[in-house]
């Protein structure tokens, strides 16, 4: 009976050893050889330059758009302040003579439509 048990044991430590070594095996990490991570290596180091080009040409984009819109608002506000500025007779002239011109533009585009009539 004695023998019977250290038979058991061993057998259990046994499948024990190939369990461990079946998992090993299974988890080990492939070895990748050096050239082919260094070729990598320099293909990212050139993307990551391509990118930072990228990106510093946006910065100047954006740059040169922040310049813009600010002279815009700056002319913007020049042309609202004259207006607001004005005094009611120029307002009026103004006026008149835009309606006085869309009379005229309506007149033109409506002229065929006058010769049917």
Same mark, same amino acid.
């Given at each position: 009976m004695n023998n019977k048990i250290v038979i058991g @044991? *061993? @057998? $259990? /430590? /046994? *499948? /024990? #050893? #190939?369990g461990l070594q079946q998992w090993v095996i299974y988890n080990r990490v492939p070895e990748v050889p050096n050239s082919e991570l260094l070729r990598s290596l320099d293909s990212l180091k050139s993307q990551i330059d391509s990118l930072n080009f990228t990106? =510093?040409? #946006?910065? %100047? $984009? *954006?740059? %040169?758009n922040k310049v813009q819109i600010i002279e815009i608002e700056k002319?913007?506000?020049? *042309?609202? =302040?004259r207006i607001i500025n004005q005094s009611v007779d120029s307002d009026c002239i103004t006026f008149s003579n835009y309606l006085s011109s869309y009379q005229r533009l309506s007149s033109l585009n409506n002229a065929s439509t006058a010769k049917n009539n």
């Open positions: @044991v *061993i @057998v $259990v /430590i /046994i *499948i /024990i #050893l #190939l990106r =510093d040409s #946006l910065r %100047t $984009v *954006i740059d %040169t002319r913007y506000e020049t *042309i609202r =302040d």
